[in-house]
């Protein structure tokens, strides 16, 4: 016997604004009450302690925002999925958005397995966009780009050159306002913006790493300000992309970007 | 008004939680900030997790908010990474709804709820740009306001706050409010001046009943204690009575209870059942102070939950109070209330009480309760030997409390938690070890149903505390408290299955100092906090020497403010305010736990003339005229007690703190035996 057809859904949402500031952890269970308050019939795991049955994928750092962000649930029958998105992001607080909604079919796989790579919108802050501009030159020629982490409590050392698979200037940014504090050598308040595609397969590498790496590109090699002056500014993830055969596609298209609400800045 | 949020937001990804300073909860009410009205920032002047789902916080933000009059943001104590950042940049405290700088608003009104957060309250006033110093403050400053259980001393704050309330904040918020309003500055000057004559608004507002301006009050005092309390403006009262709401009913708040972003604290929907408490327990601060009981109408109760899951989306609610298994019905209040739950189609609800009843009925509320998970359950049995419970009062029979567990352990419950109590009034060594045997008893009970059953045990130091029939006793000191620590120690090394925590015993001396101190304790506590002395519920951030210290500095003898045991004749700190209780009731209940007899619940037997009744012409409002099943704090049980031996205080030594529960919260050491 075949064990009973799963229901599952996907969704798609936006985080932007303050609310970029709550982690991973916290939307979970924002998207928990969420879905309470519309009385979606959630599935429940089995055991002393039963939870909804939700899958999130790639983790969104604290302070980042995203244009395209997933994930799944599990019910236990199937809902209007029509209204459904609308109603999330009623019951949802302001800068989450639920963009689409869509049936899973059976046997999908899981959000963190199929995703290979994520483009970003990345702000870069404190130094003149010439700069920047440089050490992206400077990274893209490079054969390999060595990288320290600490993971677990262990230092390792990695080429992180084939985790960057499409980098470039997008242009200057208005930049934070009033930022005067993180900008150092009395330069303007702007930015520059990257487009930047980073892989999630074998190599994997973030968006603050990226940034790391380029100031040590920017700073030279015996320079006393080893970050080379760039700060992080805002960081925004656009795509989240499945390829498969050498064909690009999203788990969840957006239904018409044309409609879609600007992504509104805090405050 | 202004906001800070364009300076703070870039310093947010420098900090730890960085939700903690966004707002943006819902039930929050973002009311447009109109200069005519008088605005209120309630603040809890510790971190958000912990302050934001203070209940009493809540339910004066909504009155607030509902009037027209008036608006109200709130405030939490930035963590000390933000803190560090703010100073640098020069950014004041602000609300976490318009971050607008806490100093523009009419009063910044705080909730006291334990006395370790008093350098916090200094240097929450101190990051709001304000004075730090009541004198020192002008037309341009807020009214630096507090109110919770910790008003029932003031003095040791009496030269940084402006406004002390004292009891249920429900009516009387109101009433201040009303006053603000007709001394505001007028439109033009506001809001860099906020009020036209300061001095005349404290005289007025020290008129409302039940509020208390302390630079209104002169404190003299006589060698350690205090002479006398007088009033320096004739007419002012020269007794201050508290405030108690006589039906809950007309009070149903929060309406709109805050649902953070990011995890807090008692995250779950909170409904109020009952106010006040009858079972006398003689160390309990709060159980005297909130009398009479006043509980909220079943339905009412019912209506709250169900509209407040539906709302809100939690999967879990608390019905809070001291003693909600007394709640009368409270069996079909809950059975009703998962059966609402599951209606909604929202999956499992589950329904959980904040403290349990120490007997199988108890239990069996729990296991009704609690389907989901099944992991540790607690009691408060307080105190080790049946002669140091009945001292206490706290009647629990040894039998009731091995039923209980063993109905736990039958149940599904692996692990059982015990509160205790050391530093008691005429505690032997005895009575300590009593401890560790009804541990080791209750596991023995725990492996005939499961072999891996085990037992927590956590033990505080206890703090006598005003408006107690315990004021009177002089603490353990900290050295002592170590001892019985110890004693426990050594014999729960070679227990298995018992776990031992306990609270620091000198932060129980840093909160003996703040407790039962007077005027001459203000400049302590300042010098504590300029020496960094800031979140001391912290472990990380505890140091007894900045207390020690600033003590000695201040030519003060902790001796006196903690140790020493209080006459009968003498003048305590808190003489001039009233929380419905008489002096002698007190006295008399503190004669009766010295000769160790127990006092039954009033509410199914006759009255013992507290005066928390009579005084404000309510009754106890219980909706049944018999007690709950199981009887309460010895009503319907047969209490006889072991042979009578008499007992006398011991000389001066002392003793004990209070009860930190918040397990968020530091400063418990562990120790597993092998």
């Known amino acids: 016997m075949s064990p009973p057809p799963r229901l599952r859904l996907r969704i798609r949402f936006t985080k932007a604004g303050k609310i970029r500031f709550v982690s991973h952890r916290d939307v979970a269970r924002l998207f928990e009450r969420a879905m309470r308050i519309v009385r979606l019939p959630m599935a429940y795991s089995e055991g002393f302690s039963p939870r909804p049955k939700l899958s999130f994928g790639l983790a969104l750092s604290v302070g980042h925002e995203s244009n395209a962000e997933y994930l799944d649930v599990e019910v236990t029958e199937m809902p209007d999925v029509e209204s459904l998105a609308a109603a999330l992001t009623d019951a949802l607080p302001d800068g989450l958005t639920v963009e689409a909604v869509v049936v899973l079919e059976q046997g999908a796989v899981s959000l963190q397995q199929v995703i290979t790579s994520c483009t970003w919108r990345i702000e870069v802050l404190g130094v003149p966009t010439d700069r920047v501009t440089a050490a992206v030159a400077l990274a893209l020629d490079a054969p390999e780009l060595l990288l320290e982490r600490v993971r677990k409590g262990k230092t390792a050392v990695a080429d992180v050159r084939p985790a960057i698979l499409a980098l470039r200037v997008a242009g200057p940014t208005r930049g934070t306002p009033a930022r005067e504090t993180p900008t150092r050598d009395g330069l303007p308040p702007h930015g520059t913006e990257l487009e930047v595609e980073l892989s999630n397969e074998s190599t994997s590498l973030r968006p603050s790493e990226l940034i790391e790496v380029l100031g040590r590109l920017a700073a030279g090699p015996d320079s006393p300000e080893p970050d080379g002056g760039l700060i992080e500014g805002r960081v925004r993830r656009t795509h989240q992309w499945i390829e498969v055969d050498g064909i690009r596609s999203e788990p969840v298209s957006r239904p018409d970007a044309s409609t879609r609400h600007e992504l509104r800045r805090a405050s | ?674």
Request: charged share 25%.
């Open chain 2, 1 to 674: 008004m202004t906001s800070v949020w364009p300076q703070l937001e870039p310093l947010l990804p420098r900090v730890q939680k960085p939700a903690r300073y966004i707002g943006c909860e819902d039930g929050a009410k973002a009311t447009f900030p109109d200069p005519e009205l008088v605005s209120w920032c309630f603040t809890y002047p510790d971190t958000y997790e912990v302050g934001l789902p203070n209940q009493g916080l809540q339910i004066l933000y909504e009155i607030v908010n509902e009037r027209p009059d008036a608006r109200a943001d709130r405030s939490y104590a930035p963590w000390v990474d933000l803190e560090e950042l703010m100073r640098q940049e020069k950014l004041p405290l602000f609300s976490v709804e318009h971050h607008t700088p806490a100093g523009e608003f009419d009063a910044i009104a705080f909730n006291l709820s334990a006395e370790l957060t008093y350098t916090n309250l200094l240097n929450c006033i101190d990051l709001a740009g304000v004075p730090i110093h009541s004198r020192d403050r002008t037309e341009r400053d807020p009214l630096i306001m507090v109110g919770g259980h910790c008003t029932y001393n003031p003095e040791p704050l009496a030269d940084f706050v402006d406004v002390v309330v004292l009891g249920d904040g429900e009516e009387v918020v109101g009433e201040i409010t009303e006053v603000m309003v007709r001394h505001l500055a007028s439109t033009a000057e506001r809001p860099a001046a906020k009020f036209a004559d300061r001095r005349a608004l404290l005289l007025d507002l020290a008129r409302i009943e039940s509020v208390y301006v302390p630079s209104l009050y002169e404190m003299t005092y006589d060698g350690p204690t205090v002479a006398a309390v007088k009033p320096l403006v004739e007419g002012l009262p020269t007794l201050i009575e508290k405030r108690t709401v006589a039906d809950l009913a007309d009070w149903p708040y929060p309406k709109e209870q805050l649902v953070p972003l990011t995890e807090v604290v008692h995250d779950r929907l909170n409904v109020e059942v009952f106010r006040g408490c009858t079972r006398g327990c003689r160390f309990c601060q709060a159980g005297m102070i909130t009398r009479p009981v006043r509980e909220r109408p079943a339905d009412q109760v019912r209506t709250m939950v169900g509209e407040g899951l539906r709302r809100t989306g939690y999967d879990e609610v608390t019905l809070t109070s001291l003693s909600t298994a007394d709640f009368s019905n409270v069996e079909e209040v809950v059975t009703d209330l998962m059966n609402d739950g599951d209606a909604a189609g929202c999956g499992p609800v589950s329904v959980s009480l904040p403290s349990l009843r120490v007997d199988a009925f108890g239990v069996g509320i729990a296991a009704q309760l609690q389907r989901a998970k099944r992991g540790g359950l607690t009691f408060a049995p307080e105190a080790g030997t049946w002669r140091m419970r009945q001292i206490i009062n706290k009647l629990i029979r040894e039998e009731d409390l091995y039923q209980a567990v063993d109905a736990a352990f039958s149940q599904g419950w692996k692990r059982v938690k015990l509160y205790f109590l050391i530093g008691l009034p005429s505690e032997t060594d005895e009575d300590t070890a009593g401890i560790a045997e009804l541990a080791k008893n209750c596991v023995a009970i725990g492996k005939k149903h499961n072999n891996r059953a085990s037992v927590t045990v956590s033990v505080g130091g206890f703090v006598p505390k005003p408006f107690t029939p315990f004021q009177w006793f002089g603490q353990n000191t900290a050295e002592e408290l170590q001892r019985k620590i110890n004693l426990l120690r050594d014999a729960t090394r070679r227990m298995r299955g018992v776990q031992l925590k306990w609270h620091d015993p000198r932060a129980t001396l840093a909160e003996g100092i703040a407790s039962r101190g007077d005027r001459r304790l203000g400049p302590v506590i300042e010098q504590v906090w300029r020496n960094g002395g800031v979140f001391q519920e912290w472990s990380e951030h505890f140091d007894i020497e900045r207390w020690t210290t600033a003590m000695a500095d201040n030519g003060l003898r902790v001796e006196d403010f903690v140790y020493r045991h209080r006459t009968e004749g003498e003048v305590l700190p808190w003489d001039h305010l009233w929380a419905g209780l008489h002096k002698d009731f007190l006295w008399q209940d503190w004669q009766d736990a010295l000769a160790e007899v127990g006092l039954e619940d009033c509410r199914w037997t006759p009255c013992y003339d507290c005066g928390a009744c009579t005084g404000y012409g309510i009754e106890h409002v219980v909706a049944s005229a018999t007690p709950p099943a199981g009887g309460s704090q010895g009503t319907g049980q047969d209490l006889t007690t072991g042979g009578a031996v008499p007992v006398t205080v011991l000389p001066s030594r002392p003793g004990p703190a209070p009860e930190d529960r918040n397990e968020n919260r530091i400063g418990e050491h562990a120790e597993v035996s092998a």
